[in-house]
């Protein structure tokens, strides 16, 4: 067969277009665009032939302003070929060799349910083999752009079928050499950058990646409680070596550099630390920042929105953002080391700053809930891939299914904890970082942090509900028998939920009323009045027909106030849908409305709420008061007030809740609940939820608490004293007081000094010290009688006691207590924890031979 020269091809492929216009001139008129005819049949014909479903998403891609995660399928070879694309939008696809699995997805964690999936068949599905790969992932450039074919082949062809623009594309072989693929990326100077082999996710036997949790009837629940075992194990973690180790040592470094550029005058950009997220991690951030910024005034730290940073860096035309003191020329962020918080990990606005900070700083973190997430991904991808190099701070919660966030709040609460202390003693470790930093905190108090921090494991047990059983490795399990803290919250929450219910029920009953009396003919009155022998053409019946019309009016009215008043609440609220105002600093109230919203986000108009929240201690009343009615249920949380630190923003919690609750209504108000450590009850509250301390005593807490305690004795004496007065015979007790006041002249001294003056000491350096981490005094202070307390001893009205006195006393008592524990333990020679006949004659024999 010859080969036709480019002359001859040229005179037949005009002849080929001038035939098929002469066909499509029977169709299409040549008035209209003649010229362009010869063009639409060229390209028709190169349609035909090239446009496959790879060559389709790519021009789709090429030609489409804005962000897809896509998956492009067709009827003519859905038998075959499948096709993603991502820019802009994440996309994921994991190859389940063993399982004959392909899973796909938006989210990195969704592929991952491959794991928890057990194949009936999967034995057969490649019984030849004796080996089948490990499942991995591979998740598509978004942020440059990807498409990425998937050929299974039909019949006997194993080979791609691919049009000829694609050919060039390479093809690697997955799921063990059955299936076939082809990677397309939009940005040229990455196209060749790296093999498909090298950018899969090894997912399966694999550490740092967590498989879903198994399915529960109730996740909410289920992630209360394991709050403590999620709290307990980041503790561990920290403190031994783990990813979490490796990237506080980074961080160290960065933080160390930072410091000496500050120190050499070399320190280029405004803000030394930036925290970025959204919603409840940034107000988990703003928390964080806040500390740090008191710890170390000096410095400048900052934390903003995913968003704001977004908009105005992110953007062709900056976004300004009113009403915020941020802009381009205030935000100099070059250099500074910054955190990002996201749980998931792929949150939009946190996923995309971690792209465009990197052009801003090297120095970038991520606090997230797992190894694997896509804010991870990317910051593997600045640095080099292994542990040495991390960046990732893991809560290794992975994830939860759960909407309302519970256990994630706490996980990377507790971590953020961690990351502030390891902060904190890298500056304070080195004089020179602690005076350019201006440093406030102190090892004392990260030791007293510290302490609290892991003491605050049991008391986060005793809320939801969990203990420990293991000392040395710590599990929790279910409490056979609730904690008397989870009892109180569960006894407030039961009455609240018949609050929110009541309305549900109501029309139930009326309903069932409604019914069954419209399907009889027999209405309430009407029934009686016929029973009563009351004739239907009486005049008089048409009197328990209005009545019965009324009930039919008021009925759900009053099936609420039989409710009301069968379960013992409060009959003068208002018949609506109830609001519930939650009150304390601002991330906890921010995040215990989220919960709570998402909470009743799905639920019918009739079992709804309205959730409100701020700070008591600033904005609460002023934003809320308004919207006091009878009825509005508010829960506020105390600061514990028995510290001298927190006194006085306990005493503004209580007022704005006494304020609140003191608007009145036909004699009801709000309904409010206190929860928090001060045994003391707000006259005007509904009910106090008193929370268990584990935590020793302050200083300050003892010296009070002493003082309490020594009034209550005396207190007591004299009350035993009237009490005996008042029964024995007056002659009698005169006869035995002359007696005693002769044969002991001081202790009737002293019994007469308390009786004329229970209050006063004449001996303040004999008030001793109790080492006990539990407190002695029965009865508590309001947050106005701890102010005036702490203030007295301020002045040295009630104690003339000065702290080295204490301690010294402190330590004295400690001593003794310490020596007597040695000579007992040398004593006990059997180690049984008692002293017998035998052991005590031995060492008796050795001090005195």
Request: hydrophobic share 40%; proline share 3%.
């Amino acid at each position: 067969e010859t080969i036709p020269d480019d002359d001859s091809a040229d005179e037949s492929s005009h002849v080929g277009v001038s035939a098929a216009v002469a066909v499509l001139s029977r169709h299409v008129s040549f008035n209209v665009e003649t010229a362009n005819i010869p063009s639409l049949v060229k390209e028709t014909i190169d349609a035909f032939f090239d446009n496959d479903l790879l060559h389709t998403t790519r021009l789709l891609l090429e030609n489409a302003k804005g962000s897809f995660g896509l998956m492009v399928s067709s009827t003519i070879d859905a038998h075959r070929q499948v096709c993603f694309a991502a820019r802009g939008q994440t996309m994921s696809v994991a190859f389940y060799p063993r399982k004959g699995l392909v899973c796909y997805g938006s989210e990195q964690a969704a592929v991952k349910a491959g794991l928890n999936f057990n194949d009936p068949g999967q034995e057969s599905i490649h019984e030849d083999r004796k080996e089948c790969e490990d499942a991995v992932r591979l998740d598509l450039d978004d942020l440059g752009g990807e498409i990425c074919l998937l050929d299974w082949g039909y019949a006997d062809m194993a080979e791609p079928s691919i049009s000829p623009p694609n050919r060039h594309l390479s093809v690697s072989k997955l799921m063990n050499d059955s299936l076939s693929v082809v990677s397309f990326r939009e940005c040229a100077a990455i196209k060749h950058k790296s093999q498909l082999r090298q950018r899969l996710t090894l997912i399966e036997r694999n550490e740092y990646i967590k498989p879903l949790l198994d399915d529960s009837d109730d996740p909410v629940l289920s992630d209360i409680r394991s709050i403590p075992r999620v709290c307990s194990k980041i503790q561990q973690d920290w403190h031994g070596v783990g990813l979490n180790r490796c990237t506080a040592w980074n961080l160290a470094n960065c933080l160390r550099d930072r410091m000496r550029a500050q120190l050499d005058g070399k320190k280029s950009g405004q803000v030394d630390i930036l925290v970025t997220g959204c919603e409840v991690s940034l107000w988990l951030g703003e928390q964080f920042v806040s500390d740090l910024q008191q710890s170390f005034p000096k410095l400048v730290i900052k934390s903003e929105s995913s968003n704001k940073l977004l908009g105005l860096f992110g953007q062709e035309f900056a976004m300004p953002c009113t009403g915020f003191p941020i802009s381009q020329r205030v935000m100099d962020i070059k250099d500074a080391i910054i955190i990002i918080i996201s749980h998931s990990g792929g949150t939009f606005g946190p996923l995309a700053c971690s792209n465009l900070l990197q052009s801003f700083s090297s120095s970038i973190f991520v606090v997230t809930s797992e190894w694997d997430t896509q804010i991870g991904k990317q910051l593997r991808s600045m640095y080099s891939d292994d542990l040495l190099s991390s960046r990732i701070f893991s809560t290794n919660v992975g994830v939860r299914p759960a909407e309302p966030s519970s256990v994630s709040v706490v996980a990377t609460h507790q971590l953020l904890t961690n990351i502030f202390e390891h902060i904190c003693i890298t500056i304070i470790s080195e004089p020179q970082f602690r005076h350019a930093s201006g440093a406030i905190i102190t090892e004392r108090d990260l030791q007293t942090l510290e302490r609290c921090n892991r003491d605050n494991l049991r008391a986060l047990g005793e809320i939801v509900g969990v203990r420990s059983t293991v000392r040395v490795r710590v599990s929790y399990q279910v409490h056979e028998k609730p904690s008397a803290t989870e009892m109180d919250l569960r006894a407030a929450g039961d009455v609240w939920s018949e609050h929110i219910l009541e309305g549900v029920k109501a029309y139930i009953i009326t309903i069932a009323y409604i019914i069954g009396t419209v399907t009889s003919g027999y209405p309430l009155f009407q029934a009686i009045s016929i029973a009563a022998g009351l004739s239907r053409s009486h005049s008089v019946f048409y009197l328990p027909r209005f009545l019965d019309s009324l009930l039919y009016i008021f009925m759900p009215h009053i099936c609420i106030l039989v409710l009301r008043m069968i379960q013992g609440r409060n009959l003068m609220h208002r018949f609506s849908n109830r609001t519930v105002v939650i009150g304390d600093c601002p991330w906890v109230a921010q995040a215990a409305e989220a919960f709570l919203g998402k909470l009743f986000a799905c639920s019918y108009g009739l079992a709804s709420v309205n959730v409100l929240s701020g700070n008591p201690a600033d904005h609460l009343l002023h934003r809320h008061t308004h919207r006091i009615v009878r009825g509005t249920l508010l829960c506020c949380g105390r600061p514990d007030g028995r510290l001298p630190a927190l006194s006085s923003l306990e005493a503004s919690a209580c007022l704005s809740v006494n304020q609140a609750s003191s608007i009145q209504s036909l004699g009801a108000t709000c309904e409010s609940i206190t929860i928090g450590h001060n045994k003391s009850k707000l006259p005007l509250s509904q009910k106090a939820i008193f929370l268990k301390s584990y935590r020793p005593l302050f200083l300050s807490e003892q010296v009070l608490d002493n003082i309490d305690a020594q009034d209550e004795l005396i207190k007591q004496r004299k009350e035993d004293l009237m009490r005996e007065l008042k029964r024995g015979d007056e002659t009698r007790h005169r006869a035995r007081r002359r007696k005693i006041a002769i044969q002991n002249p001081a202790a009737y001294k002293t019994k007469t000094r308390a009786l004329s003056s229970m209050s006063h000491f004449s001996d303040t350096n004999n008030i001793s010290v109790s080492l006990s981490r539990s407190r002695q005094a029965k009865t508590s202070r309001t947050s106005a009688g701890l102010i005036g307390a702490y203030q007295n001893l301020e002045n040295g009205n009630r104690v003339d006691l000065t702290i080295s006195k204490i301690v010294d006393r402190m330590i004295k008592e400690r001593q003794g207590i310490e020596h007597a524990r040695r000579v007992f333990n040398e004593m006990d020679s059997d180690g049984d924890g008692r002293i017998g006949l035998e052991e005590f004659a031995n060492a008796y024999q050795k001090v005195d031979p």
